[in-house]
């Protein structure tokens, strides 16, 4: 395969990770938008139960054991828990393999120093200190010790036994508007809700000083709901090109790096190919230096050896002389 074609696949292969990280920001956009409008409700049982008893309880009302998976969810929750509960954590399948009950597995955990730590292997399940520092409260226990127990919901869902069950506190918590007020979307829609807010304050002032201009007032404010509304949709425009351009950049970065990793070995693999040409070449010149020497002296011999054939000419030349003189 040329180095053309490599590249060609390389190219190929970015072009369809690309597609799938679109398809991705897609279906999350989706998500984040349904899950904008639930309103995450939690209870807490007036019973305590075991860890099983505690979940079939729940269960049997439309709900679960509670899961939280961030540290907000954690710091909300470690601020109403006034006793130890169970949550919805545990190893029970498999040891030392924790999974929530939606079989979902850990990724960060708010352990007490030193925890889990399955005393005598019989702790599976979890529960919840709020005693200890709020990122540092769970630990390990055996399932059957009686704890109550802390569920979760979404209050515009169709699960609404466990706010009809007598006792059990409910606490909410807006999921929606806590993802939003993230980075620069919560900038923005803070200086929209500015923005609202003083032209509501015009509207009521202007209206309170002349009542009769207050139809064109109403329509100057719609047109300026509008345009902030505008903006608004502009702002999320350009958010989404500069994700996109950065996700580009980023592809663009990644394959110049490796195209440099490549270009560096091929420069290393031409050093190492140099440093042994640059051997061979020194050899050939030793071996050229030992053949002169050779050369040299076989020279030295032909000449010598030229001397002694002329002397042994000059000998039969006398003896032929010798030999052809009369007796």
């Not at 505690?54 to 049997?60: A, I, L, P, Q, T």
């Not at 702790?123 to 399932?143: A, F, K, M, Y």
């Not at 059957?144 to 466990?162: L, T």
């Amino acid at each position: 395969m040329t180095e053309k074609d490599q590249l060609k696949n390389n190219f190929n292969s970015l072009n369809q990770e690309k597609l799938e990280l679109e398809t991705r920001v897609t279906s999350l956009r989706d998500e984040l938008k349904n899950k904008t409008t639930k309103q995450a409700c939690f209870s807490i049982s007036n019973e305590k139960k075991s860890w099983s008893e505690s979940r079939k309880f729940c269960r049997d009302r439309g709900a679960d054991l509670i899961i939280i998976n961030t540290e907000e969810k954690q710091r909300f929750i470690s601020s109403f828990v006034k006793e130890r509960v169970w949550i919805g954590l545990s190893d029970t399948e498999n040891e030392s393999n924790m999974k929530w009950v939606d079989n979902s597995p850990l990724n960060q955990g708010f352990w007490v120093k030193g925890e889990p730590n399955d005393d005598f292997g019989k702790e599976d399940c979890i529960e919840l200190r709020p005693e200890n520092p709020v990122l540092n409260n769970w630990n390990d226990l055996p399932c059957s010790e009686k704890r109550k127990g802390i569920y979760d919901y979404y209050e515009n869902s169709n699960h609404r036994n466990i706010m009809d069950t007598p006792g059990p506190q409910r606490h909410c918590q807006d999921e929606g508007r806590a993802r939003k007020c993230r980075g620069r979307r919560c900038l923005v829609l803070m200086t929209v809700c500015l923005g609202l807010i003083c032209v509501l304050l015009l509207v009521f002032i202007t209206l309170y000083i002349t009542i009769t201009a207050e139809r064109d007032l109403l329509k100057s404010y719609k047109n300026t709901v509008e345009e902030f509304n505008h903006t608004i949709n502009s702002l999320q425009d350009n958010y989404t090109d500069l994700m996109t351009e950065k996700d580009q950049l980023k592809n663009n970065f990644n394959s110049l790096s490796q195209k440099k990793l490549e270009l560096e070995t091929r420069v290393n693999d031409l050093s190492a190919e140099k440093s042994q040409l640059q051997r061979s070449v020194d050899a050939l010149n030793q071996k050229k230096l030992e053949l002169e020497t050779r050369v040299n002296d076989l020279s030295v011999e032909k000449g010598q050896r030229e001397v002694l054939q002329r002397s042994f000419d000059a000998l039969n030349q006398k003896k032929l002389e010798l030999e052809t003189r009369p007796r």
